[in-house]
């Protein structure tokens, strides 16, 4: 089965002194507002095509490790994922830096770095950002 989900997005104005809003549009979970300051100087309140970008891949990321994890033998109780999407106005989208933290009871450290690292590149997110450096902090709690 394959599965196709969807985002719209308006733009009003210039690049500079326009905004618009993203939409989520195959859940409806949510419109948020962007603009260009915030994305190029960051912000509290506007999302980012990266933050969206961040949010995918720690998301997908958590599924892909949880399911290497329970093919290990040793599924988590909890897994949690922080992705940092950096973004260089003139440049573009630079980079993305997983830092997990995971419960995984009777895993060694080392041997949840391998699956991390294997989680990450098998990641279907990581894939697509194929273009882009990503790092992996991994921690056991």
Do not use: Y
């Not at 999302?47 to 997908?60: K, M, V």
């Not at 973004?87 to 830092?99: E, R, Y």
């Amino acid at each position: 089965m394959t599965v196709t989900s969807e985002a719209k997005s308006t733009w009003r104005g210039s690049l500079f002194d326009g905004a618009g809003e993203v939409s989520l549009a195959s859940s409806g979970a949510g419109t948020f507002a962007v603009n260009w300051k915030a994305r190029s100087e960051g912000s509290t309140s506007v999302t980012t095509p990266e933050e969206l970008i961040a949010a995918a891949h720690a998301s997908c990321f958590n599924m892909a490790l949880s399911n290497a994890l329970a093919d290990n033998g040793t599924p988590p109780e909890q897994v949690d994922t922080t992705a940092s999407v950096t973004f260089k106005p003139g440049t573009g989208i630079t980079g993305s830096h997983l830092n997990v933290n995971a419960v995984v009871p009777g895993l060694s450290a080392e041997d949840f770095e391998r699956i991390a690292q294997d989680a990450k590149a098998g990641c279907p997110v990581s894939q697509a950002l194929a273009g882009i450096e990503i790092t992996l902090e991994a921690t056991l709690a």
